[in-house]
Nanobody, 124 residues
Framework: QVQLVESGGGLVQAGGSLRLSCAAS????????MGWFRQAPGKEREFVAA????????AYTESVKGRFTISGDNAKTTLYLQMNNLKLEDTAVYYC?????????????????WGQGTQVTVSA
């Protein structure tokens, strides 16, 4: 059973930073592509970032490029999302996701496992 547990969310002022973590079952991190999605109230869950497990190249949605960084730590079986220069529009529940293929996907239907989410709130 694959389990993903997010942490690191919270309340931060605009311009501030947060680092999200996703603790994954030990066997999956090295071969499964993983990503972050977010869902704001009244909106669809949207892609934020993902990492390709073959090339380790990341992909980001346009609105977070230059501000967010996705990384993985194989030894600790943890996925991270470093979020800098946060904006009001980044407020959402952030979800960690994993898929049973090493190639990343930017579509939520491409992922097989999901965490419960962690709330990120950016205030003015």
């Amino acid at each position: 059973q694959v389990q993903l547990v997010e942490s690191g969310g919270g309340l931060v002022q605009a311009g501030g930073s947060l680092r999200l973590s996703c603790a994954a079952s030990p066997r999956i991190l090295s071969s499964y592509a993983m990503g972050w999605f977010r869902q704001a109230p009244g909106k669809e869950r949207e892609f934020v970032a993902a990492i390709n497990r073959i090339s380790n190249n990341p992909a980001y949605t346009e609105s977070v490029k230059g501000r967010f960084t996705i990384s993985g730590d194989n030894a600790k079986t943890t996925l991270y999302l470093q979020m800098n220069n946060l904006k009001l529009e980044d407020t959402a529940v952030y979800y960690c996701a994993a898929r049973v293929k090493p190639e990343l996907s930017t579509s939520r239907v491409g992922y097989d496992y999901w965490g419960q989410g962690t709330q990120v709130t950016v205030s003015a």
